[in-house]
Each structure stands twice: as C-alpha cells, then as structure tokens.
C-alpha cells in the first residue's frame, strides 16, 4: 500500500457558536491542510498517484475558504467552523473528485496551530 500525501493552507477567521472561551470571539487562523490518500498499485509511470493532481483538487475546495469568515461560508453557515467540522468538509468534496480513481482518502489533516490539529479518518 502507498500513502501519497499534500499539504496546503488557507487563511481565514471564525468564531465557534455555542462555545464558553476565548474561541467564541470572531478570531483567525493560517489553517494547514494535509490530505493523504492510499493507492494498492503503481500506474504505467511508477507512480500511485499526481501530487500535482492531488494538490489541485486540494487547492480548488481551499480556495472558496480562504481569507473569509468561515461562518459566512457554506456549509459553516448552518454549522459550527471546528477543525473537526473543517477536516470532514474538506473529506466530503474532496470525495467525488476522486471517484474516478484507484485512491481513497485515508485521512484529512486540519492544523489551527503549530501546537493543535485534528485528523479524521473515514471509516
């Protein structure tokens, strides 16, 4: 099995709704996003998968949130914007763009800081 992984980030701010501390206050982040997916075999070119593909598909779900408050974005209007909540987003668009594809998804990193992340895995 190979593990094929891409890195990005976004800057934008959010405030959590319902939350007692500081994170309540609107606030911002540099949010670094890690996506690994698995592939079983090689392509006809020794490769499992384009990091050159991966980081677009990444770059084209980022770019509708970055430098915006994520609470005005879709589908964190109706939703709180937690890393948790960010990381399956990201897992559910990134989904479909690879459907057609002999990778899956085995896990979304989201970074707020140096110090904190959240990783989900699907099951």
């Given at each position: 099995?190979?593990?094929?992984?891409?890195e990005s980030h976004f800057d934008a701010a959010h405030f959590?709704?319902?939350?007692?501390?500081k994170c309540e206050a609107l606030h911002g982040?540099?949010?670094?996003?890690?996506?690994?997916?698995?592939?079983?075999?090689?392509?006809?070119?020794g490769m499992a998968y384009d990091f050159t593909e991966l980081k677009r598909h990444l770059n084209d779900i980022?770019?509708?949130?970055?430098?915006?408050?994520?609470?005005?974005?879709?589908?964190?209007?109706k939703i709180n914007p937690s890393s948790e909540n960010i990381a399956t987003t990201i897992y559910n668009e990134l989904k479909p763009k690879l459907t057609e594809t002999p990778v899956t998804i085995s896990s979304i990193e989201v970074w707020e800081s140096p110090q904190t992340w959240v990783t989900y895995r699907p099951d």
């Open positions: 099995m190979y593990e094929i992984a891409v959590l709704r319902g939350y007692r501390g982040h540099r949010f670094r996003v890690v996506a690994r997916i698995n592939a079983s075999e090689l392509d006809n070119t980022l770019s509708r949130f970055d430098h915006t408050c994520l609470n005005d974005v879709s589908p964190f209007d």
